[in-house]
């Protein structure tokens, strides 16, 4: 890949990461629609931006939600089987909400990284040391951070 179209395809993920809508990203960058589209599906970019998207307090509330409609589930059907997995469904659900609730998870470190991302942008209008190679570094130490967190 030369390297004109690599620095398009860096700037096409953050602005994907960012919530840009793929037609927006073919414009801004000059590439098709297709090619964003393969970039998207290649680099597992859809995975990166659900992650960015969601807040630890909604994963908690989420589980919460879920915890209340098996609740609901168990009070209205009876059945044993259900009645009999309710303790550990349960039990699994606590310890993740406990989980969430003592540590950043890798939803904060990609949050944390987007916020970066902007500044560094930013930085670039106005500091010559922040060039596009230098922001390529960051992003992909960013990237195999969030991989290697994701695969524990």
């Known amino acids: 890949m030369a390297k004109t179209e ?3 395809k860096e700037f096409a993920r953050i602005l994907y ?3 840009q809508p793929q037609n927006y990203i073919a414009e801004a960058t000059g590439m098709s629609k297709v090619t964003i589209n393969k970039w998207v599906k290649a680099g597992g970019w859809d995975a990166l931006r659900a992650a960015a998207t969601i807040t630890r307090p909604e994963l908690v ?5 879920t915890i209340n409609e098996l609740l609901d589930q ?7 089987i259900l009645l009999a997995s309710l303790g550990d469904k349960l039990s699994k659900f ?3 909400i406990e989980k969430l609730d003592k540590k950043a998870s890798v939803v904060d470190a990609i949050e944390v990284f987007m916020a970066f991302s902007k500044w560094i942008q930013y930085r670039q209008t106005l500091d010559p040391e922040v060039t596009p ?10 990237d195999l951070y969030i991989s290697e967190q994701l695969s524990k």
Do not use: C, M, S, W
Request: charged share 25%.
């Open 6 to 8: 690599h620095n398009k």
């Open 17 to 19: 990461l960012q919530g």
């Open 61 to 65: 509330n989420k589980l919460l939600r």
């Open 74 to 80: 168990v009070n209205t059907t009876k059945d044993p």
């Open 94 to 96: 606590a310890t993740t």
């Open 133 to 142: 190679e230098l922001i390529k570094a960051f992003n992909k130490y960013q």
